[in-house]
Structure formats: C-alpha cells, structure tokens
C-alpha cells in the first residue's frame, strides 16, 4: 500500500532540536490529518486539514507544528520536544472530512526524543 | 461520538472464523459503525463501516444488531497474517480509537 507515504519512518532527535516529518497522499484526497499512538496508548487525533485549511487542532502543545501547503502534502514541525513526545505519529487521509469518509493512514513515523 | 467496549483479546485458529463483538449501547441514529485493524507498529488499515444494514466486502463481514447496540465483525477464514488490533469506532464527526481488540490467530 503506497497511497500515504511518510518520511523518515524512523527518527532520533534531542530536545533542543528542530526536525520535520513528511506525509504525501497519492490518492486524490481533500483531507489529511495527523495522530499521535504513544506506547500502550489509543491513538489520538492531533490536526485535521481540510482543502489545506486547519479545520482542528486536538489542543496540541505548541511546539508540534503542522502545515500544509498543498492538498497532497502535510509536515509536522517539532522543536523543544520532551521524551514524553516519543511516539509513533500517523498520517492519514480521506477524500472529504465527513464522517463517513474512510480514512488511509500511511506506515508512520517511529519517534525517540531523547 | 458512541463509547464503544470491546474485549481487550481474542484467540482463533487458523482457517476458521474469527468473530470479534462490539458494543455501542448509546449509539445515535446518524452514527455509523467503523472496523479498522492495526498490526504491529503499521498504520490502521480501513476494514468496513455501515449505518443499519450487514455489509459484506472483500476482507470481511459486518453484523449490526436491530436495535444498533452492539455489532459482530467475522474474518471467514483467519489467516496468521490477521493477527492485529482490531478497533470498532462509532462516530458521527471523527474516529475515535479505543484500545480494540487484540487478535491472535494460531496455526
């Protein structure tokens, strides 16, 4: 499945960094969004674009920045990160955001702040 | 969006039929009931969804209940490669994962 790609899958970086993951959808769609799976935990909705427009933000902390300059691709800024933020973080797209439009996630992004 | 319980695991041979229930008892009218499956350390991957009726697709099969309340995904013949998180999302607006159910299946 190469509908949702993410880039790099796997990333290491200390707290005073500044590092950004990629997310490209091959597939059409109008919406993307990004999530959070932290270890043993439900993954939780971050961001949701719509038409490039930030239609929701999941009371996300400041220091993960999204954006999305194109209905195909979405980057997520991270600076001053804390270990706590180490996670896997997930790209998803759906051609609407409506509620009955299927959403495909792409394979993540593995994250260690150390 | 409905609170939905699932059982936190299940076993199931191989080549059989792996039966994973859902409840969803404050499900409301317009809320449709969504499967999505994640094996280890990928992304969720879409199953099926349905409002009212049974749906059947390619990957498998969904069992709504009349009163809504709870709902029954079946894999008729489980392979190894099932093996994975199973989440059953009630949503009007956006999904919402829970902890799913953990599926094992054996040879």
């Known amino acids: 499945e190469t509908g949702v790609t993410q880039t790099p899958r796997h990333l290491v970086m200390g707290m005073t960094n500044k590092k950004s993951l990629k997310c490209e959808q091959h597939l059409g769609h109008n919406a993307m969004y990004w999530y959070k799976q932290s270890a043993k935990k439900p993954l939780e909705l971050m961001f949701v674009y719509n038409f490039k427009e930030q239609t929701e933000n999941n009371s996300v902390p400041s220091r993960f920045s999204p954006e999305c300059p194109n209905s195909s691709h979405l980057f997520l800024h991270l600076h001053t990160l804390q270990p706590e933020d180490s996670a896997l973080y997930l790209c998803?797209?759906?051609?609407?955001?409506?509620?009955?439009?299927?959403?495909?996630f792409g394979p993540g992004t593995r994250l260690t702040v150390l | 969006d409905a609170k939905t319980t699932q059982p936190p695991s299940m076993d199931c041979a191989e080549g059989r039929a792996a039966n994973l229930p859902c409840n969803h008892s404050t499900i409301s009218g317009n809320e449709y009931v969504y499967w999505y499956r994640q094996i280890h350390s990928q992304g969720p991957q879409y199953i099926i969804h349905g409002l009212k009726n049974n749906e059947t697709n390619e990957m498998a099969s969904l069992i709504i209940t009349e009163d809504r309340k709870s709902s029954t995904l079946i894999l008729p013949h489980a392979t190894l490669r099932d093996t994975a998180v199973y989440y059953c999302?009630?949503?009007?607006?956006?999904?919402?994962f829970g902890t799913g159910t953990r599926l094992q299946v054996f040879p």
């Open positions: 999302i009630a949503n009007t607006d956006k999904l919402i």
């Open positions: 998803a797209s759906s051609q609407w955001a409506g509620p009955t439009d299927t959403q495909y």
